[in-house]
């Protein structure tokens, strides 16, 4: 509490007192005088008392010519008769003792008192200082969440981060900018006043901001574009505002907006194309207090996102967040870097290769690997191990794509033979194609919620590029299940559900996106994807093509399925006995590893498929 409010309680207390020594001086003023039981006797023998009125303890009484310099009412307290006969006997002056009881009375005013004010004043601090209910305290539903982290509490450093080296050296500029800002200031340039860093979920966009921070050694303000809007109108550009004067007043510091999507969205995006106001109002504010403070300050605004293209203009231009930092998912010597960093904290087998476990995971972020570790950490613990090995990140990883072993889910003999050929037929398959990813793992144990039995594939190095006879033959690998059965049993099953979508997502993608179907040319008929969110499409559009040309993207994608579908059914035709000896073992062992592949199928398969004649609709 400020010392304004204490001014104002101690006016209070100083008004309370008051009211009470008046009340106690209006009592005294009023009171008779107080006479021994001996005077009272005398005055009785005497004949002057007029009346009197007893109680248990004290005799009241007014007299009928008060002498001088004597008040006409009195009060004495009572003596036994008896006492007071033999005191009077022996001319021994006697009185009784009043109690006084304005402590008392004054205590029974003040505590009250001081008790309902102790409850006003912790009221009023929870409203002033604490956060709760809905947008925090009343009194501070304006001022700024932001958390704010002082060197030593941040305590994260570029040490700290891993796999996204390019990254690190775009911001070492701002670090050394915020240690000595004249220096960049003498030949009149500037820093950006934004950096807005720009990544898929997971790859450590946050962490790379606060250990920045950490490096420069200067407050950190960190906050989410979500915490400016609350259901009150006004509240989001008052937070803004408030967040900005802090931040300026302990310059050179730097601001973090994590999730800068949530606040940030393009304006007039709303229903009925109005937007909301509220973040509207919000975000106005932010694009004002950007042009407003002085870069010179030492002041950098940091913020994060994984949806670019839904943030404002007005946001992206030069004097705002006029410099965009890529934080990409890491390659592989990337995530060696970062499976490093975790590693140090884990007690780790001396054999394990770290490279081999960054090749077993593309597409991993910082957090996915993150995850890993610590997974590979709990099974080593469950099997009370003293170190974790290679194995344990081997199964950590297949738990994370495939999902949590099934051990107790039984299928019939039936389906277990199904199951086993299927997924032989994926690897064989993957093993005659030129430019497949080797196969690392078969296994017949389900797995997650659906799946039955798995095949996992080891990339040996990133991809960015894909070629379209490498697209064919991965589609041709994802058919190879659905080969198998029918190859096999005369009859197909649901089980390749999730094969028939991945490479019909494939196959359309040719057609629509990548102009690999030469009689459709090199237009594109969809959108791409959100590039940081797979699985995402971008804002729907209009539809830019007749009906003819869907009838003929269908047609195309119907028939690369097909070529991919016969392609799998030669190498399985011509490799029969390899499916039927890999199915056998696959249903004593269960799982077969890269190593025991090879052996089981009796062969090498190593030739491509003779080139299958161009269809109706293709021109190749």
């Known amino acids: 509490m400020n010392r304004k409010h204490r001014i104002h309680i101690w006016y209070i207390f100083i008004a309370i007192w008051g009211i009470l020594l008046l009340h106690n001086l209006l009592v005294t003023w009023r009171q008779v005088d107080q006479i021994p039981y001996s005077q009272f006797q005398a005055y009785l023998d005497e004949g002057k008392v007029e009346e009197i009125s007893i109680t248990s303890t004290h005799i009241r009484g007014s007299l009928k010519d008060p002498p001088e310099g004597t008040r006409k009412r009195f009060i004495t307290v009572r003596v036994q008769p008896d006492l007071a006969d033999q005191l009077a ?35 009023i601090r929870r409203m002033v200082q604490r956060s709760g209910g809905l947008g925090g305290g009343f009194m501070s539903i304006g001022k700024s969440k932001a958390k704010v982290y002082v060197e030593d509490a941040t305590k994260v450093t570029f040490a700290d981060v891993a796999g996204v080296d390019e990254a690190k050296e775009e911001l070492y500029e701002i670090i050394e900018f915020l240690r000595d800002p004249r220096r960049y200031g003498r030949l009149g340039g500037r820093l950006p006043k934004g950096i807005l860093l720009v990544g898929p979920p997971g790859t450590g966009k946050t962490l790379l901001a606060r250990a920045t921070a950490g490096e420069a050694g200067v407050p950190f303000f960190s906050i989410s574009g979500s915490e400016f809007v609350e259901m009150f109108v006004g509240v989001g550009a008052a937070r803004v505002r408030d967040l900005f004067e802090q931040a300026v007043k302990r310059a050179p510091a730097i601001i973090f907006i994590d999730e800068l999507d949530a606040l940030g969205r393009a304006r007039g995006l709303g229903p009925v194309g109005g937007g909301h106001d509220e973040k509207e109002q919000t975000l106005n504010q932010l694009l004002v207090e950007m042009d407003g403070f002085d870069p010179h300050q030492g002041m950098v605004i940091l913020a994060a996102t994984n949806r670019p293209e839904v943030l404002d203009p007005a946001l992206l231009r030069a004097g705002r967040f006029d410099r965009q930092i890529l934080v990409d998912r890491p390659d592989k010597i990337g995530r060696a870097a970062i499976l490093n960093v975790h590693l140090k904290k884990v007690r780790v087998e001396p054999d394990v290769d770290v490279g081999q476990i960054a090749a077993l995971t593309p597409g991993f972020t910082g957090a996915d690997l993150a995850n890993l570790v610590n997974e590979a950490t709990l099974l080593a613990t469950r099997r009370n191990a003293q170190t974790v090995t290679l194995d344990d990140f081997t199964r950590a990883i297949e738990r994370i794509i495939a999902g949590l072993e099934k051990k107790n889910r039984l299928l ?35 797995r997650g919620i659906g799946a039955l039995g798995y095949t996992i594939q080891r990339p040996t190095e990133d991809r960015y590029l894909m070629s379209r006879d490498e697209l064919e033959n991965k589609m041709a690998v994802l058919l190879g299940g659905r080969v198998a059965e029918a190859l096999v049993f005369d009859d197909i099953s649901t089980g390749a559900a999730d094969d028939l979508a991945k490479a019909t997502d494939i196959a359309r993608s040719m057609v629509t996106r990548y102009g690999m ?78 190593d025991e592949l090879p052996r089981v199928a009796q062969v090498v398969l190593q030739a491509r498929p003779p080139t299958l004649p161009p269809s109706d609709h293709a021109s190749r």
């Open 89 to 123: 006997e022996h001319e021994v002056k006697f009185t009784g003792v009043v109690e006084s009881t304005w402590l008392r009375d004054l205590l029974s005013w003040v505590i009250p008192i001081l008790f309902f004010v102790a409850i006003w004043i912790f009221l």
């Open 517 to 594: 179907y030469e009689k459709l040319g090199l237009a594109t008929y969809e959108e791409t994807p959100t590039p940081f969110l797979p699985g995402v499409p971008a804002m729907p559009r209009e539809r830019q093509f007749s009906e003819e040309t869907a009838r003929e993207i269908d047609c195309a994608v119907r028939d690369m399925l097909k070529r991919a579908f016969d392609a799998a059914r030669h190498i399985l035709q011509e490799n029969r006995e390899a499916l039927d000896a890999g199915a056998r073992n696959l249903l004593d062992k269960e799982t077969l590893t890269a």
């Open 412 to 446: 019939n003999a039936h389906e277990r033979e199904r199951v086993a050929y299927h997924e032989m037929g994926h690897a064989l398959v993957a093993m005659a194609l030129p430019g497949s990813d080797p196969v690392h793992k078969v296994s017949i144990i389900p």
